[in-house]
Nanobody, 116 residues
Framework: QVQLVESGGGSVQPGGSLTLSCAAT????????MGWYRQTPGKQRELVAD???????DYADSVKGRFTLSRDVEGGSVYLEMSSLKPEDTAVYFC??????????WGQGTLVNVFS
């Protein structure tokens, strides 16, 4: 069983920065696409950014130019650097690791709160 351990959430003022980290307990995820999703109450979970084993990265339009996703060389950890944060970025952020069949592992979620 693979676990995804998240850290780095918190509260920040608009315009501020935070970095989220996600570490997998097994390096098997180096073969998985990894990334971050976010969810607010009453809304569906949405993709923020993900990175393939080959290094291809997709970002949601709403975060392009503000968020940067990276992955460590071993492939078992991902990092989401968030800058120029906006109140609408407030959400619970979930780390995800998935294989091509669609099977996914999820982290427990970490809250990012952007407020004045």
């Amino acid at each position: 069983q693979v676990q995804l351990v998240e850290s780095g959430g918190g509260s920040v003022q608009p315009g501020g920065s935070l970095t989220l980290s996600c570490a997998a307990t097994s390096t098997v995820v180096k073969l998985y696409t990894m990334g971050w999703y976010r969810q607010t109450p009453g809304k569906q979970r949405e993709l923020v950014a993900d990175i393939t084993p080959g290094g291809g990265i997709d970002y949601a339009d709403s975060v392009k130019g503000r968020f940067t996703l990276s992955r460590d060389v071993e492939g078992g950890s991902v990092y989401l650097e968030m800058s120029s944060l906006k109140p609408e970025d407030t959400a619970v952020y979930f780390c995800n690791a998935r294989i091509i069949s669609g099977f996914s592992y999820w982290g427990q979620g970490t809250l990012v709160n952007v407020f004045s």
